[in-house]
């Protein structure tokens, strides 16, 4: 299986093992991944951090590690990141650290992502199936949109 170059954010705080396995599937399908994690606010959370950024020194993908100098909290968080992640591409996906992808998630997402480009109907696209209008779990938009 060929690995797929697309512009995928994992937002990481303090669950280190579902983490590990979201880690392990990009690592597995991606070329390269972004890694955000906002400021700890705790001694223990700051611990479950430091385990996911040894983890992270032993993988074999690219990796582009963002840790907040201080705490944005969930909302901010996760706005700054899309906003980080649109300055490098037209397009992001963004996953949770406990939002476990299948091996198919990343290549649907990339032909997702090409095929509703230019779809004014399409704001977003998600690798849930679910009745609700909107899905955070595993989903990704364009920088137009």
Request: aromatic share 8%; glycine share 4%.
């Given at each position: 299986?060929?690995?797929?170059?697309?512009?995928?954010?994992?937002?990481?705080?303090?669950?280190?093992?579902?983490?590990?396995?979201?880690?392990?599937?990009?690592?597995?399908?991606?070329?390269?991944?972004?890694?955000?994690?906002?400021?700890?606010?705790?001694?223990?959370?700051?611990?479950?951090?430091?385990k996911i950024t040894?983890?992270?020194?032993?993988?074999d993908i690219e990796?582009?590690?963002?840790?907040?100098?201080?705490?944005?909290?969930?909302?901010?968080?996760?706005?700054?990141?899309?906003?980080?992640?649109?300055?490098?591409?037209?397009?992001?996906?963004?996953?949770?650290d406990d939002c476990?992808?299948?091996?198919?998630?990343?290549?649907?997402?990339?032909?997702?992502?090409?095929?509703?480009?230019?779809?004014?109907?399409?704001?977003?696209?998600?690798?849930?199936?679910?009745?609700?209008?909107?899905?955070?779990?595993?989903?990704?938009?364009?920088?137009?949109?």
């Amino acid at each position: 299986m060929s690995k797929v170059d697309l512009n995928v954010t994992v937002l990481a705080y303090s669950r280190y093992d579902s983490f590990k396995k979201v880690i392990h599937q990009c690592e597995k399908n991606l070329t390269k991944v972004t890694v955000c994690m906002d400021a700890p606010n705790s001694d223990e959370i700051t611990d479950q951090q430091n385990k996911i950024t040894e983890l992270i020194k032993t993988l074999d993908i690219e990796v582009n590690l963002i840790k907040r100098g201080s705490n944005l909290g969930l909302v901010r968080s996760v706005l700054t990141s899309i906003d980080e992640a649109l300055q490098r591409d037209d397009h992001f996906v963004l996953l949770e650290d406990d939002c476990l992808p299948s091996d198919s998630f990343f290549s649907y997402m990339s032909k997702s992502l090409t095929q509703y480009k230019h779809d004014t109907n399409v704001s977003s696209v998600c690798g849930t199936i679910t009745r609700c209008p909107f899905n955070p779990w595993g989903w990704g938009s364009w920088s137009e949109k």
